[in-house]
């Protein structure tokens, strides 16, 4: 305003110290001015009524610009010449004040991206390279090239995008302006949290770092929305106190999204304490919502819906319409899906449609895209199939739009549509998505990531329901069975090696048949599953039916069926790629009666 131009004028100086944004601002709120130079001239008169101006409760300012230019009119002649000489130095400036005055802006704002560098700097950059490949696993160095590209094209787009809003603000000093550069400042709070978290890498946070990177996507949703203004805003005197707890809870997200469940869960526990006190409904909505999160993903459904439904009337009460549909969609998918409470599911999903609709859809794609993603997953658990074809499709094309068609997200609802493709009995495409899953993950996080195993699991599954060629489920299963040899993979290890033990007993059994065709027709059907899983038993289920039931036949017709072991054992002998598991010992037990 027209006392920061004065002080400006008549000390050289700006009033408020401090090398970032955030310390400035807080110097402004607690009135610290920084004090004149000693060989100041300027009279006491006119100082006092500049810092009084610059005061920083609006009660303790001038009522009017024209109580301020009273206070400011001379009394004698000496006062009169300082004034003067300030109003004239002004007005004669003219376009070259205009242009020290821009040039200081950009000065400012140069400085002001500085503060990038507690988040990501080459020094950081290196400690969390050295943290990745410490760690020995064989994902590591493909793991940090990929997320070492992913950070530093956030910080590229974070210091260009914090320019702009600086100059905008200084400049126009808009609420949008406003809004533009706290969104900004909160996204570098975040990324702060996650290289912080990256920077102390165990095996398990290199493993979820992909998913710890794409939690970082949005941030040109910062740029120019004019609702970001509108977003309920903390009261001077609380702002210290909520950028700390937006901190606190930054960090809290990237213990989340690293896995670190306990740890996430600690810091939102600590954090609901230490705000109890602060009654500032929005901040307590966003912990609270959290917190709920936090207490699913460690199982806790049913204490997970009770803090959600307390964020959401926080929420509500803090008129914080982001907040309020962020927690719906999480209630679809802690009620709806993880909890399968069927005849709530209607009414959670038009809570959370309502809310993205008031809130705006082309707001925040981060939300659009994730009620796709959760009621897709909602109806496909509670198996309307139709529901969830159309959820996943349309997320996949927003997703698509707005993140390109190789983000994580897009990851998401490309194996999303695989499994409802599946459950439709429509294998082909299902294992089309599957493979296209594949390629992108690969290209995403690097050929020997654990995370892989998932997929490969779903591919392997499906070629057995297809009956297609055993080599290629083998292939599948073998290779999932590689990435998923990592703790917090021992479900899908177990469906993995099932998997591959159906494969290897079909491609056995086909081998066997092929050699000896006289046993086709074997038993109540030749590709029986229920005989297939006892072929890896110790006792064959196909060869050991072929006793009972034809012992008596061969016998009368002059043959021995315990011949067949001899020839078997030079039929395995020439077989490539003997399967890893007893198929061997089974057969030779069931052909030679043994068993």
């Not at 962020?326 to 809570?351: K, Y």
């Not at 074809?389 to 739009?401: K, M």
């Not at 074997?522 to 599953?529: D, Q």
Request: aromatic share 6%; net charge neutral.
């Amino acid at each position: 305003g027209f006392c920061v131009a004065l002080h400006e004028a008549l000390y050289g100086t700006r009033p408020f110290e401090g090398t970032s944004l955030e310390a400035l601002s807080q110097a402004a709120r607690e009135g610290r001015v920084r004090p004149p130079g000693r060989d100041s001239k300027v009279p006491t008169r006119v100082r006092r009524a500049v810092r009084r101006g610059l005061s920083a409760r609006p009660e303790a300012r001038y009522p009017s610009m024209e109580a301020l230019l009273d206070a400011l009119a001379p009394r004698t002649l000496r006062t009169s010449t300082w004034v003067c000489a300030a109003v004239v130095g002004l007005g004669l400036l003219g376009m070259g004040l205009d242009y020290v005055v821009a040039h200081r802006h950009e000065a400012r704002c140069a400085q002001e991206t500085e503060k990038l560098a507690a988040a990501w700097s080459p020094e950081r950059r290196e400690r969390v390279r050295a943290a990745f490949l410490a760690t020995h696993t064989p994902y590591a160095a493909s793991a940090w090239e990929a997320v070492s590209s992913a950070l530093d094209a956030q910080a590229t787009r974070w210091r260009a995008l914090r320019t702009e809003s600086c100059l905008a603000t200084s400049r126009e000093g808009t609420p949008t302006a406003w809004a533009m550069t706290a969104c900004l400042d909160n996204r570098l709070w975040h990324l702060a949290a996650v290289t912080e978290v990256l920077e102390k890498a165990d095996a398990r946070t290199v493993q979820n770092a992909p998913q710890m990177v794409a939690s970082l996507e949005g941030l040109a949703g910062c740029r120019g929305a004019l609702a970001l203004a509108t977003r309920p805003q903390p009261p001077d005197a609380l702002r210290p106190q909520v950028d700390a707890a937006h901190r606190q809870l930054a960090e809290a997200r990237a213990r989340l999204d690293a896995g670190d469940h306990a740890g996430g869960l600690a810091l939102t526990t600590a954090l609901l304490a230490r705000i109890e006190g602060l009654d500032y409904r929005p901040l307590t909505a966003e912990v609270l919502a959290l917190h709920g999160r936090l207490h699913a993903l460690v199982g806790q459904l049913k204490a997970s819906e009770e803090l959600l439904y307390r964020a959401l009337w926080a929420a509500e009460a803090g008129r914080d319409d982001e907040t309020v549909a962020r927690v719906w969609i999480l209630l679809v998918w802690v009620v709806g899906e993880q909890m399968a409470r069927m005849d709530e599911a209607p009414r959670l999903v038009q809570h959370a449609r309502a809310a993205l609709e008031r809130l705006g859809r082309e707001r925040d794609p981060e939300l659009a895209t994730e009620l796709h993603l959760r009621m897709g997953g909602m109806w496909l658990v509670q198996g309307n199939l139709d529901e969830a074809d159309r959820e996943f499709t349309q997320g996949l094309a927003l997703s698509r739009e707005a993140y390109g068609p190789d983000s994580l997200r897009t990851a998401l609802f490309l194996a999303g549509l695989g499994r409802v493709r599946s459950r439709q009995l429509r294998g082909a495409e299902s294992l089309a998505l599957y493979e296209q899953v594949q390629r992108l993950r690969e290209r995403q996080w690097g050929p020997e990531h654990p995370s892989l195993a998932l997929n490969l699991n779903n591919m392997a599954s499906e070629l057995l329901a297809q009956g297609r060629p055993h080599v290629l489920v083998i292939e599948a299963a073998r290779s999932g069975i590689a990435h998923a040899n990592q703790p917090g993979f021992a479900e899908v290890f177990d469906g993995l090696r099932a998997a591959l033990a159906r494969a290897e007993a079909q491609e056995g059994l086909a081998a066997l048949l092929a050699r000896y065709p006289e046993l086709r027709g074997v038993g109540y059907r030749e590709l029986e599953s229920g005989l297939l899983h006892r072929l890896d038993n110790d006792t064959s289920g196909v060869l050991l039916a072929a006793r009972d039931r034809l012992l008596a036949a061969a016998q009368a017709a002059g043959s021995n069926l315990v011949v067949l072991a001899g020839d078997f054992e030079r039929f395995w002998d020439e077989l490539d790629g003997q399967p890893s598991v007893g198929l061997r010992a089974g057969m030779f037990h069931a052909t030679t009666g043994y068993s």
